[in-house]
């Protein structure tokens, strides 16, 4: 069941971190968030911004966790980080334990997400990274289930028809 949606123009990684943010601090409970976009989208700077605004304290440090595949970062809910760019099969995301960790109370930011087999994918909010230019990136996201709804209903993002760049200031 899918939601509503938004599409958000970002013109730099602070804009893009500041999406981010204002999801992170919306939150209300758990939820898996789904980053889909190649490399140099902005999955790991919209993380940071997620972290900053779930309460991680920002002298703490929100990298790629590519080879170690999972990092939690304490916040008002816990944050944790995935990235299976280097898990390709079900067989080794199982194996790794990944669909367990996803399983938790837990703010998952799920990086190259597209891996997962989609009945992994049911709930959650999906959000795809286009690269426009050098800073420009195009965020469309998708809310499925309830609680991603709420979620974006609760932001003041434009429609999935929609797009505009984040406010000034």
Do not use: C, N
Request: charged letters at 20%; proline letters at 8%; hydrophobic letters at 45%.
């Amino acid at each position: 069941m899918s939601g509503p949606g938004f599409r958000w123009l970002s013109r730099s990684p602070e804009e893009t971190r500041e999406i981010g943010a204002r999801l992170g601090a919306a939150l209300a409970g758990p939820m898996a968030i789904f980053l889909i976009g190649g490399f140099g989208g902005g999955k790991t700077v919209f993380v940071q911004g997620l972290a900053r605004g779930l309460g991680v304290p920002a002298e703490v440090p929100v990298t790629s966790p590519s080879f170690v595949l999972l990092q939690d970062y304490p916040g008002r809910i816990l944050l944790r980080h995935v990235d299976l760019y280097r898990l390709e099969t079900e067989a080794e995301q199982e194996a790794a334990g990944l669909w367990e960790a996803l399983a938790e109370p837990v703010v998952a930011a799920v990086e190259w997400a597209e891996r997962l087999p989609p009945r992994m994918r049911r709930e959650g909010l999906t959000v795809r990274f286009a690269v426009l230019g050098d800073t420009e990136r195009l965020l469309t996201g998708e809310a499925a289930g309830q609680a991603a709804a709420s979620l974006v209903g609760s932001l003041d993002f434009e429609p999935a028809g929609a797009v505009r760049p984040p406010p000034e200031g």
